[in-house]
């Protein structure tokens, strides 16, 4: 059954410092996912520990709130059947050394923090992250 979703993509600090952002795109859009909007920011640390808030008791929230922070990202609407199921499996596992191959962090991840993208885990979440980027 058809099940038209969307949900929000970004494309992190590392991938885009490697000029991956069209890459990665074109993965989507071959793989059936459309980028409805897109646009390249650079959040405060302030913004990313608001976006990150989920994570607020993890270990790891500092650095990953530093970490998407400190460059450029490419926020994405991407949209298409399952959006939010097919783009958790095109990036593939958090940790790249678990990646699937012909994933997003197999191919580009760097480690687990720096994993190339990020993508919403759940219609709320999707719902939630697409209106933080894209207040309309
Ligand atoms: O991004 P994903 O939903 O796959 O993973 P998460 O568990 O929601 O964690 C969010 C982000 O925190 C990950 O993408 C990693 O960049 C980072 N992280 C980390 O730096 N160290 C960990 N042990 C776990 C996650
Ligand atoms: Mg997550």
Same mark, same amino acid.
């Given at each position: 059954?058809?099940?038209?979703?969307?949900?929000?993509?970004?494309?992190?600090?590392?991938?885009?410092?490697?000029?991956?952002? +069209?890459?990665?795109?074109?993965?989507?859009?071959?793989?059936?996912?459309?980028?409805?909007?897109?646009?390249? $920011?650079?959040?405060?640390?302030?913004?990313?520990?608001?976006?990150?808030?989920?994570?607020?008791?993890?270990?790891?929230?500092?650095?990953?709130?530093?970490?998407?922070? !400190?460059?450029?990202?490419?926020?994405? $609407?991407?949209?298409?059947?399952?959006? $939010?199921?097919?783009?958790?499996?095109?990036?593939?596992?958090? +940790?790249?050394?678990?990646?699937?191959?012909?994933?997003?962090?197999?191919?580009?991840?760097?480690?687990? +923090?720096?994993?190339?993208?990020?993508? !919403?885990?759940?219609?709320?979440?999707?719902?939630?992250?697409?209106?933080?980027?894209?207040?309309?």
């Amino acid at each position: 059954m058809n099940k038209i979703e969307q949900t929000l993509s970004i494309i992190k600090p590392d991938a885009v410092e490697r000029n991956l952002t +069209d890459e990665i795109k074109n993965f989507f859009i071959n793989n059936k996912l459309k980028i409805k909007d897109s646009k390249k $920011i650079h959040v405060t640390k302030d913004e990313a520990a608001e976006f990150y808030r989920v994570h607020q008791t993890k270990p790891f929230y500092n650095d990953l709130c530093s970490y998407l922070s !400190s460059g450029p990202i490419v926020v994405m $609407i991407l949209e298409g059947d399952n959006a $939010i199921l097919l783009n958790r499996k095109l990036m593939g596992a958090t +940790d790249p050394k678990n990646a699937e191959e012909n994933t997003i962090r197999k191919k580009y991840g760097i480690s687990i +923090d720096k994993n190339s993208v990020h993508g !919403s885990d759940s219609i709320d979440n999707a719902k939630k992250e697409i209106k933080f980027f894209f207040k309309n």
